[in-house]
């Protein structure tokens, strides 16, 4: 049982789709994070939001777009993707302030770009 | 800048047998260490973390790291391994002091430990 849950966990979309992966965490905490996990290479983080601002966007190409409509819940919209996009989307959560704290992840969505 | 070296990609082992997954890093700052474990088709779960004070940290599921600051080594340890263990392991490091309002972790590239029996 994780306090952060991720959906679709899997998921299949055609270059030119749009399609949407979603994330909501239960702990009360108020920064959330998309990262991106590729085989054979370190976790990426993609972005970071703090009460519902954006805090981070680590060079991340538009074609995907985060929103943060509050600290509970985080979406990853996806358009126009392409097949080396196909990996482990990882959604995590932590309490603000402390770069000590723990950070929580949910289970992941599998993407795989057609 | 802060960078994470995982110096084993695999590790084999079989069961009840001692085990060692190593871990180095590199910054400028004084830093917070972490390992977490993914195992098949699951999202990452915190083994243990190092903030201050002892530098040997007891974690989850019997597993032990310690902290080296002269050598810059966070190496993870259990003296028996089961079946169960076998997973995705990952050391991570943050700046102590950060002040982006959030946890700047940053990742090794993990070690598969395959436990066989």
């Known amino acids: 049982e994780t306090g952060v849950t991720q959906t679709p966990r899997h998921l299949v979309m055609g270059m030119t789709n749009k399609k949407s992966l979603k994330c909501e965490q239960h702990?009360?905490?108020?920064?959330m994070y998309w990262y991106k996990q590729s085989a054979k290479k370190p976790l990426e983080l993609m972005f970071v939001?703090?009460?519902?601002?954006?805090?981070e966007n680590n060079s991340v190409p538009s074609r995907f777009s985060p929103e943060c409509p509050n600290s509970s819940h985080l979406f990853l919209h996806l358009h126009t993707l392409q097949p080396e996009d196909s990996a482990l989307y990882l959604c995590?959560?932590?309490?603000?302030?402390?770069?000590?704290?723990?950070?929580?992840f949910g289970e992941g969505s599998w993407l795989t770009v057609v | 800048a802060q960078s994470v070296t995982q110096l084993d990609s695999q590790v084999p082992v079989f069961e009840e047998a001692p085990v060692e997954l190593r871990c180095n890093y590199s910054?400028?700052?004084?830093?917070?260490l972490f390992w977490y474990v993914q195992y098949p088709n699951q999202g990452l779960q915190l083994l243990l973390k190092?903030?201050?004070?002892?530098?040997l940290v007891k974690g989850i599921n019997g597993f032990e790291a310690e902290f080296n600051k002269s050598q810059t080594s966070f190496h993870l340890r259990k003296p028996s391994v089961h079946i169960s263990d076998t997973a995705e392991y990952f050391c991570?490091?943050?700046?102590?002091?950060?002040?982006?309002?959030?946890?700047?972790?940053?990742f090794g590239a993990g070690t598969r430990l395959a436990v066989h029996p």
């Open positions: 939001y703090n009460f519902k601002e954006q805090t």
């Open positions: 702990l009360g905490h108020n920064a």
């Open positions: 991570a490091v943050s700046p102590v002091g950060f002040s982006g309002g959030y946890n700047k972790l940053i």
């Open positions: 190092y903030l201050s004070g002892s530098t």
């Open positions: 910054s400028s700052v004084s830093v917070y």
């Open positions: 995590a959560s932590s309490q603000r302030r402390n770069s000590g704290n723990t950070i929580y």
